[in-house]
Structures are given as structure tokens and as C-alpha cells.
């Protein structure tokens, strides 16, 4: 039997063709993750981006990033885009509890598998995400109370605190508050005499801590800020007001970000609970695991521990944040 010459490079080429493209196409296509940042608000979320960032990268997950400018509208609408776009996984991390059935419905609807991300939302269906992956709010504020009821064992006298809130309607304020709240209640001295919200940041935290030394003074002995942001920031209003950080105001923040070390270091502020913002490794492997037909927990908790200032020097080389 003859082949033509032609015929037969014709043969070959479809050959090639037919083999060769299903492969190609399989090695182009890749995990798409869309995820909803809150914004830029702290040193924590920073890190939380590049972390999210960085590990798309190394995981080979094409990664379409948008930044809500802690506006839950803007997350609405980036939540829409990834869904139209058809994404394979969406991720975000919600900038309040509320308010998001309605979005979550559709992206159930269009089978897109949801990861929340460091914060929970507030929803009776628990059918519209996959998983909530971060840490156990509740178990910082607990943490922060702790150690402020060991601090004043054997002291006399009432213990006034203050407290800076993150913001309204964020599952880590609601959270922080409920349990530190929770953890000081063993100390009928402990009184929580002003409590307000500093929106997560430096300059807020620092605006309503003046409000608070205007209004009560010297009668503050504790400040507790859901976050460091607003602890640094309100260390600059006491020290503006003439009085000594630490010394004249014992100083209890969240996150363990390395501003806070500094400031422990310059004995400015007495202890930070750990909330680690390294979420970006745990995210893409969870996607990974989606994609491949595995299943989740409903709760990944990350692990933590709490830095009192005497431990500062020693562990402030092995932060990452």
C-alpha cells in the first residue's frame, strides 16, 4: 500500500494536531480564585494581601484581586464580577457580618464555590460558602481579658478601662469585645467605662483616644484596642496628653503586627494577642483541594499565642509581619 507524499505529511500533521492541542489547552488552563480584600486599613492587611498575593504566585493560581476600599458595596459588586467571569473559586474576606445572602445565592446559583477569609459573615445558610478559614475572635478578646485579670490580682482599687472598637459590624469587633467582656467578668473591678470605634486605624484610634483622655483623664488605667493600628495611634494621643503609655495607661492591642513590638521594645505598649495575617498558603491549598473534588471542614482555625512586652526583644527577629 502507497502513500502519497503529501498525503502522508497531511496524515502526520493532523496527527500532530489532534494530540498535541487537548494537551496544550490542559497546560493553559488554570485555577482562576477571584478574592475581595476590605482595603488597606492596617499593617495586618497588608501583610494579608501579600500573603494572598505571594502564594497565588508560588501555587501557579491565576489570582483576580480587587481591593473594596472597606466598602461593602465594592465587595458586592467585585463578587458580581468574579461570578460573571466565571472564576473557579471566589474568596473574600467580608467587611462586615451582614447583608451578604442575596450575592452568596448567586454564586451558589452559578455552582462557584465560596471561601470566607479571616472574617465570618452573619447568615442562617450555611450552604452559601464552603469553609471559614482565620482565627477565633472571640478566643483573642478572651486572651486580652486574661492577662489583664492576672495583671491586677493583688492590686487594690477600681480598674477603669477604655476601649477602642474595630469597625462597626466587623465580626472581629463584635467578637474581640464579646470576649474580653466574657474573660473580665471574674473581676468585678474591671469596668469598661468608654467604648467606641476606631475603624481599625492608626488616625481613628488616635482621634478617639483624645476624645477619651478629654472626657476622663486620669481616671483611665487600661486602654484595650481590637487592634494595633489603633493602639499605636492612641499611644501618640497619651503621650500628647502628657502622659506615660504603659506607666500611667496599661496599653492591651491585637494583631502581634511588628509596629507592635516596637512599640513593646520602647515599653510603650504591655502586651498584643497574636492574629496572624498569613492566610495566603492555607487559601491556595484549600482551593487546590475544591478544584480537586475534596472536601472541607466548615471552620479552619489558625493558631495562635499572645506577646506580653517581656518577651519583645527576643521575638521580634521572627516576625514575618
Known amino acids: 500500500m502507497k502513500f502519497h507524499r503529501r498525503t ?54 491565576e489570582l483576580k484581586f480587587s481591593d473594596a476600599q472597606q466598602k461593602q458595596e465594592n465587595q458586592i459588586k467585585a463578587i458580581r464580577s468574579f461570578i460573571a467571569q466565571r472564576v473557579d473559586v471566589i474568596a473574600f474576606s467580608p467587611v462586615v457580618e451582614s447583608g451578604w445572602d442575596t450575592v452568596l445565592r448567586e454564586a451558589k446559583a452559578a455552582k462557584i464555590p465560596v471561601i470566607l477569609t479571616d472574617r465570618a459573615v452573619d447568615s442562617k445558610d450555611t450552604s452559601l460558602y464552603v469553609t471559614f478559614m482565620g482565627s477565633d475572635f472571640v478566643e483573642e478578646g478572651r486572651k486580652a481579658g486574661r492577662w489583664l485579670v492576672e495583671k491586677v490580682k493583688g492590686k487594690a482599687g477600681e480598674v477603669n478601662v477604655v476601649e477602642l472598637q474595630g469597625t ?14 466574657e474573660a473580665i467578668k471574674v473581676e468585678p473591678r474591671i469596668k469598661i467605662i468608654r467604648s467606641q470605634t476606631g475603624d481599625f486605624t492608626r488616625a481613628k484610634g488616635k482621634e478617639v483616644m483624645e476624645a477619651f483622655l478629654k472626657a476622663e483623664g486620669r481616671k483611665i ?31 492591651i492591642s491585637i494583631d502581634a ?37 475534596k472536601s472541607l471542614p466548615k471552620r479552619i482555625i489558625t493558631e495562635e499565642t499572645i506577646f506580653p512586652m517581656e518577651v519583645a526583644t527576643r521575638e521580634f527577629p521572627k516576625r514575618k509581619y
Open 168 to 181: 462597626v459590624g466587623s465580626a472581629p469587633a463584635i467578637d474581640r469585645k464579646k470576649g474580653f467582656e
Open 257 to 293: 503586627v511588628k509596629g507592635a513590638f516596637e512599640a513593646m521594645m520602647a515599653g510603650k505598649l504591655d502586651v498584643t494577642v497574636e492574629c496572624s495575617p498569613l492566610l495566603g498558603p492555607q487559601l491556595m491549598s484549600a482551593v487546590k483541594d475544591l478544584k480537586a473534588g
Open 8 to 61: 502522508l505529511f497531511a496524515a502526520l500533521a493532523a496527527a500532530s494536531l489532534t494530540t498535541a492541542w487537548p494537551l496544550r489547552a490542559l497546560a493553559q488552563k488554570k485555577i482562576v480564585l477571584g478574592f475581595s480584600q476590605i482595603g488597606a486599613e492596617s499593617e495586618w492587611r497588608t501583610a494579608n494581601t501579600e500573603s494572598i498575593k505571594s502564594a497565588a504566585r508560588e501555587a501557579g493560581i
Open 221 to 251: 488605667n487600661v486602654l484595650y484596642a481590637h487592634n494595633d493600628d489603633m493602639a499605636i495611634g492612641a499611644i501618640q494621643a497619651i503621650e500628647e496628653a502628657g502622659m506615660a503609655p504603659s506607666k500611667d495607661i496599661t496599653i
